[in-house]
């Protein structure tokens, strides 16, 4: 032992007295959260679950959750719809997976005829689109042809992107395309109409809109969306400009098909709400035709930790159950539901993805109807406008749902949540 404590303070004289002090700090500081996580791991085991502070909704039974808001669910129109992407299913453009192409097709219809989900989001990633030529191939077909065909399908939300489209990593530009660019956009840079990348997205958003027009056009009600364009998530961190994006609203309103098509833009969490409103205005100003055709739509992740992109494991652990995973979403969100009533200025306000699945150490989100409750509590108390008559909460995890009943996994708040789920549409 004296040998050993010898070694360790002759290796601390050669570390210098700051790398010691560092050293000891860092000690101080992570044993403490060591013991801090353990007392409440072992307080949650003791409540048979890790708990963080859930609305009192939360806690209902489901039938009491729907009695509790059921007048409000058909005051406000409320439907629960869908963000789906067939890629979380396995599916890909080179049907490597037939089961995984057959799972995803079976998870769609199931979450517009068993779970009523009318409202149907869809991301066409671009390197999905057009991975090794121009030419766009079928991939989306089946999933495109069943929205539009089927009768129960109220609405389609297309995500075409082309730069950025909902599931991670966000930014889905095909890498034969990053390869020819001569200036790659540095990280974290906001992509304007000059850029060179622009460019050619604007060539592969002209092609989609052409495309989608010929097979789809005015079929039904086609919403354009532009997945969270003022935050920086993915690899790159790149975000849209006003000016990228207006330009993409003329691409999409060249082509007649879609003369009448809506706008989304959502924004991540609550941080980008106030430029989605500057956007909405710079829109009507220069489109009064589009007045009442955009909607501002707010991505719920309610269990998220902001300690999640921590890379040490062990830390990021730590760190994670320490922290409460609960929001202040009034205080993010208020200005924004202020904005919604403006008689001239307001809009319509949306849930574009609200968790129903997990997201890092939070196994629970996703598998417990107290925490899917909480969201759809939140959302009713504290984002969506109480006076709007058509609102949306697209579930984001209705691949996760479904895929676990299908697969024989699912666990009774996995059947719970899509029992409520169905209720609430059926209302």
Known sequence: MQDRLGRFATSDRRLGRRAFLRRASTVGLVLPLVAASQWRNEFATLRGEWAP???PEAYLSAPDFLAHYESAFRAQGVRIGTSFAPELLGASPSHADRDADALA????AA???DLGMTDVRLGLRWSNLAPDTDALNDFYEPYLDYCFASPLVRTVSLDI?????FRWPELHVPQRVLDRLKVTPARGATITPDDELAQISFEHAERTVEYLARRYGGAKPVTFSFNEPFHGYGPQRW???PAYLVRMVEIIRASTAFRDACFLVNSAGGADLDQIAAFIDLLRARYPEVRDRLTSGVSMYTFVPPYVWFRRPVLQDILAHIQQPTRNWYGEVAKNLRRARDPERGFPIEITEAQAEPFGPLKQAGDSLAYYQHVLSECMERILNPAQRDTTIRMFGAEYQLARRFAGTATEGNE???G????INHL
């Open 53 to 55: 502070d859930l609305r």
């Open 105 to 108: 097709k079976r998870v769609l």
């Open 111 to 113: 979450a517009v005829e």
């Open 161 to 165: 992107g082309p730069i950025k489209t």
């Open 239 to 241: 975000m849209m400009s």
């Open 416 to 418: 719970a949540i899509l």
């Open 420 to 423: 409520l789920t169905r209720a």
